[in-house]
């Protein structure tokens, strides 16, 4: 498994996830599509009625290592939340909005993310991009 440089890590402004972090998808919350902390009564209070937030800290692989994704940022509800670039739970897994990769496809792409030159994110189905690919200076795929 690839692993990411720890001088990646300090420019991205990286943090680890532990068991507290989540991520608010419930749009009635003044902090709706944001990195909250619950506590441990917060978190139990949720739980009773069956509507907690969206954990960050997972059984699986898919949160390893993410890039969140400055979606929706007028928190606009109905309009989605929590989008992520994260590690693939499995060949062919859907994901529930975000976009899922390779472990290894995914290091590489944080190692060339670069916050100061303001990455934006452009997701195109392949014949609209290979349609697009010489007027818009695309790589090739």
């Not at 440089?5 to 402004?13: A, I, N, V, Y």
């Not at 003044?30 to 969206?54: F, M, Q, S, W």
């Not at 699986?60 to 929706?72: F, T």
Request: glycine fraction near 6%; aromatic fraction near 8%; proline fraction near 6%.
């Amino acid at each position: 498994a690839s692993t990411l440089e720890q001088s990646t890590l300090l420019r991205l402004g990286a943090k680890p996830i532990d068991a507290s972090m989540y991520c608010e998808d419930r749009s009635e919350f003044e902090k709706y599509n944001d990195l909250v902390t619950l506590n441990d009564k917060e978190r139990a209070d949720c739980e009773k009625i069956g509507r907690c937030p969206e954990t960050m800290y997972r059984d699986d692989v898919a949160y390893d290592s993410l890039v969140w994704v400055e979606h929706n940022k007028d928190k606009t509800p109905g309009a989605g939340s929590c989008i992520f670039l994260h590690v693939e739970k499995g060949v062919g897994m859907p994901t529930a909005g975000c976009t899922s990769a390779p472990r290894n496809d995914l290091a590489q792409l944080i190692g060339w993310l670069e916050p100061s030159k303001t990455p934006l994110l452009l997701q195109l189905p392949k014949a609209e991009y290979l349609a697009r690919q010489n007027g818009w200076v695309l790589p090739e795929l």
